[in-house]
């Protein structure tokens, strides 16, 4: 078993990034710039957010937090993301879930400019994964994944990818990314039927069904690569994965850690996202 080491990967992707901000900088003249709104007191979106901004400082980038209380009203926070879209200082808009639940997601989602929609959820956005060429980004969690295949050498193209969890945000993206270099793909969920004879049959194994431990080792083939997006708590409060790791990374040739693993990869495609946006965003300008 080889550990899949996301810290690192994550760091080598940033120092990337933090070439391609300072490119822009001395292109454009100013930074590119992310704006991150977060509504309530969710503790963990509290700590999400305070290492999104940290990253992008850290690449150089502007960062922008707008916090609001619980009880701000749906119409208020579309007035502020319809600021914000008309703002050219601003490329990138996220807005923190989960919201309170008198706000709908979806029109949230909805209201950002697909051009500033640096996580991908847009419907349009997300219709472009279908076709890549034209696609400014890729949804960062699943573009993380693809980015730990790439950089660890995982032969894709042929092998059989099985990916546990439908989810709009993670499962049924990277199954389409999985597809678009050609592996066959099989997407499992809670009503998927002779479960692990399903996954022993992966040569890459992506689980992101968020219940700790789900993954047991007599659902893992010999050799395969698998891949842990979940995040979790254990029964001692301890962050975990979906897989039960001390013994699936018994029979895998290659896992991600959690925490360790996909995570840090996740901030890593927000900060890319953020700064294609900002190419983006002036070779508009040019052509007006």
Same mark, same amino acid.
């Given at each position: 078993?080889?550990?899949?080491?996301?810290?690192?990967?994550?760091?080598?992707?940033? @120092?990337?990034?933090?070439?391609?901000?300072?490119?822009?900088?001395?292109?454009?003249?100013?930074?590119?710039?992310?704006?991150?709104?977060?509504?309530?007191?969710?503790?963990?979106?509290?700590?999400?957010?305070?290492?999104?901004?940290?990253? !992008? $400082?850290?690449?150089?980038?502007? +960062?922008?937090?707008?916090?609001?209380?619980?009880?701000? @009203?749906? +119409?208020?926070?579309?007035?502020?993301?319809? $600021?914000?879209?008309?703002?050219?200082?601003?490329?990138?808009?996220?807005?923190?879930?989960?919201?309170?639940?008198?706000?709908?997601?979806?029109?949230?989602?909805?209201?950002?400019?697909?051009?500033k929609d640096?996580? !991908?959820?847009?419907?349009?956005?997300?219709?472009? %994964?279908?076709?890549? @060429? $034209?696609?400014?980004?890729?949804?960062?969690?699943?573009? =993380?994944?693809?980015?730990?295949?790439?950089?660890?050498?995982?032969?894709? +193209?042929?092998?059989?990818?099985?990916?546990? =969890?439908?989810?709009?945000?993670?499962?049924?993206?990277?199954?389409?990314?999985?597809l678009s270099?050609?592996?066959?793909?099989?997407? !499992?969920?809670?009503?998927?039927?002779?479960?692990? @004879?399903?996954?022993?049959?992966?040569?890459?194994?992506?689980?992101?069904?968020?219940?700790?431990?789900? %993954?047991?080792?007599?659902?893992?083939?010999?050799?395969?690569?698998?891949?842990?997006?979940?995040?979790?708590?254990?029964?001692?409060?301890?962050? !975990?994965?979906?897989?039960?790791?001390? $013994?699936?990374?018994?029979?895998?040739?290659?896992?991600?850690?959690?925490?360790?693993?996909?995570?840090?990869?996740?901030?890593?495609?927000?900060?890319?996202?953020?700064?294609?946006a900002a190419?983006?965003?002036?070779?508009?300008?040019?052509?007006?």
């Amino acid at each position: 078993m080889s550990l899949i080491d996301g810290k690192a990967i994550a760091a080598e992707n940033r @120092e990337k990034t933090a070439k391609r901000v300072a490119e822009f900088i001395e292109k454009y003249g100013r930074a590119p710039k992310l704006t991150v709104i977060r509504v309530g007191n969710d503790q963990a979106s509290i700590v999400y957010v305070r290492n999104k901004k940290t990253a !992008c $400082e850290a690449a150089g980038m502007l +960062s922008e937090v707008i916090e609001m209380p619980e009880e701000t @009203e749906e +119409s208020f926070l579309l007035a502020k993301i319809a $600021e914000l879209n008309a703002d050219d200082t601003v490329d990138g808009i996220l807005v923190q879930l989960p919201l309170p639940r008198h706000i709908s997601e979806r029109a949230v989602i909805k209201a950002i400019s697909p051009e500033k929609d640096v996580d !991908c959820f847009h419907p349009q956005n997300a219709g472009l %994964i279908f076709n890549l @060429e $034209e696609a400014t980004f890729l949804p960062c969690t699943p573009a =993380g994944v693809m980015e730990l295949l790439h950089h660890e050498n995982v032969k894709i +193209s042929g092998k059989n990818a099985v990916v546990v =969890g439908r989810s709009n945000i993670v499962g049924k993206p990277v199954a389409l990314l999985l597809l678009s270099e050609n592996a066959t793909v099989t997407v !499992c969920h809670s009503r998927t039927e002779n479960l692990a @004879e399903v996954t022993r049959s992966a040569d890459i194994l992506v689980s992101a069904v968020g219940k700790a431990g789900f %993954i047991t080792a007599d659902m893992v083939k010999e050799g395969a690569v698998v891949i842990d997006v979940g995040i979790n708590r254990d029964a001692n409060g301890k962050l !975990c994965g979906d897989v039960d790791f001390n $013994e699936v990374a018994k029979k895998a040739s290659l896992i991600t850690p959690v925490p360790g693993g996909v995570g840090p990869m996740t901030i890593t495609m927000l900060l890319s996202n953020t700064v294609n946006a900002a190419f983006a965003a002036e070779e508009r300008k040019k052509q007006k």
